[in-house]
């Protein structure tokens, strides 16, 4: 190969490893996406339901676990999703007894 081919192929490497993460919108969001703190006070899941937890502030994030009937949230501060929706971050207790927890995003809407 000559140096102008693995020029441009070490380029294009390098381009695609930089461009990977915004060219992906599912990735994870911390806390560092909150725009409010509403750091220690909890917020219990309705239930009727399973509560999903996000990995990011939005619908559009994944799902990476959920909460069962009256699980609790330990919410550590929020943001408003691009749908004007109020997410949750915090520590999510993923049973009623919170054996099992997750730190994730969850709505508001979810929550009592």
């Known amino acids: 190969m000559n140096?102008?081919?693995l020029t441009t192929a070490a380029g294009l490497t390098?381009?695609?490893?930089?461009?990977?993460?915004?060219?992906h919108a599912d990735y994870a969001r911390d806390s560092s996406s909150c725009t409010r703190n509403d750091r220690d006070h909890w917020r219990s899941s309705h239930n009727d339901h399973?509560?999903?937890?996000?990995?990011?502030?939005?619908?559009?994030?994944?799902?990476?676990?959920?909460?069962?009937?009256l699980a609790l949230l330990r919410v550590h501060c929020s943001a408003v999703s691009r749908g004007g929706q109020r997410w949750y971050y915090g520590r999510a207790s993923l049973d009623s007894?919170?054996?099992?927890?997750?730190?994730?995003?969850?709505?508001?809407?979810?929550?009592t």
Request: glycine share 12%.
């Open 14 to 23: 390098l381009l695609a490893a930089i461009q990977a993460p915004a060219a």
């Open 97 to 111: 007894n919170g054996a099992r927890q997750t730190m994730g995003w969850v709505w508001s809407g979810q929550l």
């Open 3 to 5: 140096r102008h081919a």
């Open 50 to 69: 399973r509560t999903r937890v996000r990995t990011g502030p939005g619908s559009e994030y994944s799902v990476k676990d959920q909460m069962g009937p």
